[in-house]
């Protein structure tokens, strides 16, 4: 037990390393899917938190090349109770220790995942320090409490410049707005004969409209929405011009474009089994999900913006359109990586409104 955390209210709990030696500083948040580390490791999302695994055995199928999310390691730390270093998979290429170790992204194994969980749920989300056994109290309290969190996280995790993601015979060209774009989005957009152009966040309104894109894409990202103003300034300039989907980031900065409000959440959502309502059709989809902040109900009884679908574990806002506009956002993750398949057709709605406005109906 050559490791520790320590977490902000000041429990201490040992552990032993795998992965980098680093000492890492983040927000403690915990994901209960059973399988997906792989996609959750590379979702932009995760940026700036240590990521503790509720299914107790990970690392049993190894790292697979094809099923990264994005060229990025999101998390700074990974917190397992039994890490699996001999991976039964004939499709993986390293073990998930080789990939924290070349991406300097500690892990800790050993660890009473469960007795951590509850802390993280009944206390909320909050700092944790990986560090060495031999830290003392003192100094890593002292540490946690001189920490800042960044607020430029769409900013890093964001593209540079504009790339493409073409497909055969493609019926419609889309610009993905990147806030830290997964692939699978891409690659379902590109299923439904879509051309896509990702472009980075902070991509003027002039840009986009001289690439003549049938729809726009609004991805999904980390940190607090109200610190992507020009996002939120854009979406107000294109809403009515093109049909508009967003995904969890997009959709809380959606929300703020329309004059609503956001707010944080206890500890998050994050797993690949909330169920979540579709008022429209009156089903229940099981979503997978990953964020820290919704979208607050204040405000849309004066609003032109309609809530569509509801979490029923505890009846946050999951899902909104503008039906004038063609705009609709859900707060989970419908491309489905990794998680249920339930809510893909939502890829479908965004072409049809693409379809209709082509047409002129």
Not at 206 to 235: K, Q, R, Y
Not at 251 to 277: C, D, E, M, S, W
Request: hydrophobic fraction near 35%.
């Amino acid at each position: 037990m050559n490791r520790k955390l320590v977490l902000q209210n000041g429990v201490e709990l040992a552990a032993k390393g795998f992965g980098s030696g680093r000492e890492v500083i983040a927000e403690l948040v915990f994901n209960t899917s059973m399988v997906g580390y792989q996609e959750i490791l590379s979702d932009p999302s995760y940026t700036e938190q240590i990521v503790v695994m509720t299914y107790p055995l990970i690392g049993n199928y190894g790292i697979i090349d094809e099923d990264y999310e994005s060229k990025l390691i999101g998390p700074k730390g990974l917190i397992v109770r039994e890490y699996n270093d001999k991976p039964s998979n004939f499709r993986y290429t390293k073990t998930l220790n080789e990939l924290l170790e070349e991406n300097d992204v500690p892990g800790l194994t050993h660890l009473d995942t469960r007795r951590l969980t509850r802390i993280l749920r009944d206390e909320g989300a909050m700092l944790g320090l990986i560090c060495d056994a031999e830290v003392t109290h003192e100094e890593a309290m002292a540490k946690l409490a001189a920490y800042s969190a960044p607020k430029d996280l769409v900013a890093r995790v964001s593209c540079k410049k504009k790339w493409y993601s073409r497909c055969a015979n493609p019926r419609f060209n889309v610009v993905a707005i990147d806030c830290g774009i997964k692939y699978n989005i891409i690659r379902e957009l590109n299923r439904y004969g879509c051309n896509v152009t990702i472009v980075p966040y902070n991509t003027s309104f002039e840009t986009i409209m001289a690439l003549n894109p049938d729809g726009i894409f609004l991805s999904n990202g980390p940190g607090d929405p109200e610190n992507v103003p020009e996002v939120i300034e854009l979406i107000r300039r294109l809403q009515g011009k093109k049909p508009i989907f967003g995904i969890c980031l997009g959709h809380q900065l959606i929300a703020l474009a329309n004059g609503l409000k956001t707010y944080k959440l206890k500890f998050g959502h994050r797993g690949a089994n909330h169920p979540v309502k579709n008022r429209l059709t009156g089903k229940v989809e099981i979503t997978s999900q990953n964020h820290s902040y919704a979208v607050s109900i204040e405000g849309l009884e004066n609003s032109r913006v309609e809530i569509t679908h509801i979490n029923l574990l505890d009846q946050t806002v999951e899902g909104l359109r503008i039906k004038e506009d063609r705009i609709f956002s859900t707060q989970y993750h419908p491309e489905s990586s990794a998680g249920p398949e339930d809510s893909k057709y939502l890829f479908g709605l965004f072409v049809s409104h693409m379809e209709a406005m082509k047409e002129g109906r």
